[in-house]
């Protein structure tokens, strides 16, 4: 069931569109993420949906009712801000209660949903501690205590974790999950980081420039990215121009600067029409004939489990490979190599 | 309460009480009769006498930041780059000349550097010199001892924050190039320590040229202050004293936005967190010559601290090094006598009044500018920190011009002049700790509250207030001392004893030949105790420098 629904929400600053016609939908108890390049508009975007920023078109639904013009005391929205903005003030519990103190709930109550929130992150033993005091982890488990402490309907994240050490930070990613689920809490989580949305997400919208460029599962998005920009921005792609030469029922036939390739069929598509083919570097087999490219090995970058090969064809196309490691005896530095894509791994890409 | 109505009332309250009073005396050296001329600058400037208390207010002016800068200079280099023992004891006390007014310092060492002075003395008894040395000459070397003495710390404070915010990666890599040391001063640090230096520079230099108590209390009149102080008693005949004003007015303005410019173009510090210098420590012969160095600075700065409290303290000081009988006459004397007793009360109402309009205005516009988007809040912005390009004497020269024959007029009764002008001197300092204290204030930490559904008055008093108000009452604990030895505009603009505040009183008592300088050193010692607790209070209430409060631009 929808519980966040975003509908042609535009924003403009300074004569910029930051926003375009932005529409999409979360569903209960889902961890839906906000991926894009910094400047994509992704802040902004969350702001909107916390009232701090008020969008130029568009309406905000929540559970069924328009907060559009709702103030952001009222949204019942909760908010974990990038730099976490705790109180230095108030000590550890006092941050986290605020929140029920201001809505007068009885002391006895305050009491025993902040003693349950501090548990639940692991924040119990610091709860006399000031902010200034902890360190970044438990700072942000703070930013994340005080946010689900009043059991808000929808819990918005920018960034949280982007202040953190790579270490914890995979830490935190498990720790966010695992609250997720104890809580049950629906989020929406803004970040630039798009191992961290694979990860944790359950559905994720890309967006580029103001514009929601696609919406899905991290499967979905990965492996049936809608153009150049998702596909790159998810991971590495390897892509070809190509001409379509003929389809039928199962495949569509192109002609590429490397020779004729087989692709899945996936959508309407015209013979003769102009388009772009990619693959991933893990999507390679060996020793088959079918969408065979043949090259010369111009580098391998050893990465500890994996390798990335970079191929360069005769026709001075350069691809680039991941393979396991246990494979390098198998390869050399300036040997020759050939390697076939299946054609269900094959995307095929409007040209922009 | 609409916060646009209180908006408007600040602008309005300092465009009449700060913008007018200056136009009206731009007016007044151009127009005579009604129509405009140059024709007051003339005969100015025609007139040796000003010619000459221009050339040697510049001279003071100049002569104060060579001397600061030979004192301030190496003085933040040590402590900024080298580790001695008993750094951190050593350091405030650097900063002790900035509790006693110049110009009470002045009368206290009267009493040394005067021909039978205790120095001449002590070099006469050793038998160095056979004829008394004029230490003070004209008076003009009294006036530029005092200030130097006095604002080296100014000096000090700014480098000093200035070599904090330094990156010293900047100068690693410099040496890393091949640059020497003079080379890597010159092209690298200097330059980045410039904009630091020019504001210190540009205080301590509209200082010098404004201060008009030391030399009122070494009697010598050959300075801009001075004859600007005189100007005031036949204003109406001679209109020679808005020439002066606005030549002053003039230099301070651009120094004032010289330096913003400065600072406004200093990208380097924020961004990322500076590398700290590693702090050499010193070898024991360089470490002896840093400890000697030191102790006589020291001991030349605590010179006038040391003078007032011998001076309050000696029943009789004639011919003698030291006063030869003590006793605590005059602190007694502090509380009996009419006049002191007037002074006290007056400052403290005054201050006490002008510090509660200073808090109130000072954090409205402190929070007007820093978190609200009103149409012209630059140009309240700048209009809030004229006061600090505007010495005391213009101002207090302004209202005296502009308010006489209506009903503020000072001669019947300064109160209110005085309250607003005290106020408006200090509330540049306010205005910026506070804005400081918003701009820290990173404004998630109140969406934080109003996301957890507080509204705006439970936010601003759980959360903004508190965190807020260490910088507010810092500033109004400084605003607070400052008024009550306020000098320039309390000499000018009470002119019935019963008016007087403090420093008039202070002033007033020196030039009385019985007891009066002792009890004026009295009532100066007890000043010096309240300006130096403040600033140890407000620097206990907000951990960032004082420093802050010394700067330009």
């Known amino acids: 069931m ?3 629904e975003l509908k042609g929400i535009s924003k403009r600053f ?3 569109d930051v926003l375009k016609n932005v529409t999409f939908s979360v569903d209960e108890d889902e961890i839906f993420f906000i991926l894009g390049p910094s400047g994509c508009g992704k802040t902004t975007l969350l702001r909107i949906i916390a009232g701090f920023t008020s ?6 639904i929540l ?3 328009d907060i559009t013009r709702v103030p952001p005391a009222t949204r019942n929205i909760g908010l974990v801000f990038q730099n976490y903005a705790l109180w230095p003030h108030l000590n550890v519990w006092k941050n986290v209660s605020y929140g029920l103190e201001i809505k007068r709930l009885p002391p006895e109550i305050i009491r025993r949903k902040t003693e349950r929130v501090l548990q639940i992150t692991k924040l119990t033993p610091f709860s006399n501690q000031f902010p200034p005091k902890l360190s970044g982890g438990q700072q942000q488990r703070v930013a994340l205590a005080r946010a689900i402490v009043t059991e808000p309907k929808v819990l918005l994240l920018d960034e949280p974790l982007s202040n953190l050490d790579a270490k914890l930070r995979e830490e935190m990613r498990d720790e966010i999950k695992r609250i997720q689920r104890e809580t049950g809490i629906t989020m929406v989580y803004v970040t630039h980081d798009q191992k961290e949305a694979m990860a944790m997400g359950t559905r994720i919208a890309v967006m580029n420039e103001g514009r929601l460029v696609q919406t899905g599962t991290p499967f979905h998005i990965y492996c049936e990215p809608v153009n150049k920009f998702v596909a790159s921005f998810l991971g590495d792609i390897n892509i070809l121009r190509a001409k379509i030469t003929e389809t039928d029922d199962r495949y569509v036939r192109v002609i590429t600067g490397e020779g004729k390739f087989s692709v899945a069929r996936k959508t309407d598509l015209e013979t003769g029409q102009e388009v772009e083919i990619g693959f991933r570097p893990e999507n390679v087999f060996y020793g088959q004939q079918e969408n065979l490219i043949t090259g010369r090995i111009a580098d391998i970058e050893y990465q500890g489990e994996t390798v990335k090969v970079s191929v360069i064809t005769d026709n001075k196309n350069n691809f680039k490979l991941r393979m396991f490691s246990g494979e390098l005896k198998n390869i050399k530095l300036e040997g020759r190599i050939s390697f076939s894509v299946s054609p269900d791994d094959l995307i095929i890409l409007p040209v922009q | 309460m609409n916060i646009r109505k209180v908006y408007i009332f600040c602008f309005c309250f300092l465009l009449y009480f700060l913008v007018y009073p200056l136009a009206y ?5 151009f127009v005579v009769d009604g129509r405009l001329t140059l024709e007051i600058f003339k005969n100015a400037l025609a007139n040796y006498v000003i010619r000459r208390a221009i050339a040697n207010s510049f001279m003071l002016g100049i002569l104060v930041v060579i001397s600061t800068t030979a004192i301030g200079f190496p003085l933040a280099f040590v402590f900024a780059r080298c580790r001695f023992p008993g750094k951190n004891f050593l350091r405030p006390l650097f900063f002790l000349p900035l509790i006693v007014s110049p110009f009470v310092g002045a009368i206290g060492m009267m009493q040394i550097l005067s021909r039978f002075g205790s120095l001449n003395l002590l070099l006469f008894h050793t038998g160095i010199i056979r004829h008394p040395v004029s230490w003070l000459g004209s008076g003009f070397a009294g006036i530029f001892i005092l200030l130097t ?6 000096m000090f404070l700014n480098l000093s924050s200035a070599l904090n915010d330094f990156d010293i990666s900047t100068e690693e890599a410099s040496y890393n190039l091949g640059a020497g040391l003079f080379r890597t001063f010159r092209m690298i640090t200097f330059p980045l320590l410039l904009p630091g230096y020019f504001a210190a520079a540009s205080i301590i230099i509209i200082w010098a040229l404004t201060d008009l108590g030391t030399p009122l209390v070494f009697e010598y009149r050959d300075l801009i202050s001075v004859q600007i102080f005189n100007g005031i008693k036949d204003i109406n005949t001679n209109p020679q004293g808005y020439a002066l004003v606005l030549l002053v007015v003039l230099i301070t303005l651009l120094l004032f936005m010289t330096t913003k410019r400065l600072i406004g173009k200093r990208p380097y510090t924020s961004g990322r967190t500076a590398a700290n210098a590693v702090e050499k420590r010193l070898p024991g012969k360089k470490l002896i010559l840093l400890y000697v160095l030191m102790g006589m600075l020291l001991s030349a700065s605590l010179l006038p601290h040391i003078s007032i409290i011998l001076s309050s303290l000696s029943k009789k000081w004639f011919f003698t090094v030291f006063p030869s009988e003590y006793t605590g006459e005059f602190y007694r004397t502090v509380f009996l006598h009419h006049l002191t007793k007037t002074g006290i009360f007056n400052s403290i109402f005054l201050s ?13 516009i402190g929070f007007i500018l820093a978190r609200t988007k009103l149409k012209g809040r630059n140009l309240l912005d700048l209009l809030v920190m004229l006061p600090l390009a505007i010495p005391g004497i213009v101002m207090a020269f302004g209202y005296f011009s502009l308010f006489s024959n209506t009903i503020l007029d000072p001669r019947k009764n300064p109160i209110i002049l005085l309250i607003i002008s005290y106020s408006i001197r200090r509330l540049p300092y306010l205005v910026r700790s506070t804005y400081s204290s918003f701009q820290q204030l990173s404004e998630s930490v109140e969406e934080a509250s109003f996301s957890l559904g507080a509204d705006t008055l439970t936010t601003f008093r759980r959360i903004t207030f508190p965190l807020v108000s260490p910088g507010l009452f810092a500033g109004g604990i400084l605003a607070f001392s400052f008024s009550v030895m306020e000098v320039s505009s309390s000499l000018i603009l009470a002119v019935r004893e019963r008016h007087y505040p403090i420093a008039k009183v202070i002033y007033t008592l020196s030039g009385r030949v019985t007891d009066g300088p002792y009890v004026a050193c009295a009532l100066g ?9 403040s600033y140890y209070l407000s620097s206990r209430l907000v951990s960032k420098k004082i420093g802050e409060f010394f700067r330009l631009g």
Not at chain 1, 55 to 60: E, M
Not at chain 2, 352 to 364: C, Q
């Open chain 1, 2 to 4: 929808d519980i966040l």
């Open chain 1, 14 to 16: 300074d004569k910029q």
């Open chain 1, 55 to 60: 969008p130029d078109a568009g309406s905000i």
């Open chain 1, 63 to 65: 559970s069924g009712r």
């Open chain 2, 25 to 29: 005396i731009l007016t007044q050296s």
């Open chain 2, 149 to 154: 003495l006095h604002l080296y710390p100014i």
């Open chain 2, 352 to 364: 006490t009044a002008s510090t509660i309009v200073d808090l109130l205005m000072g954090f409205t």
């Open chain 2, 525 to 533: 010692v007890m000043g010096m105790i309240l300006v130096g607790l």
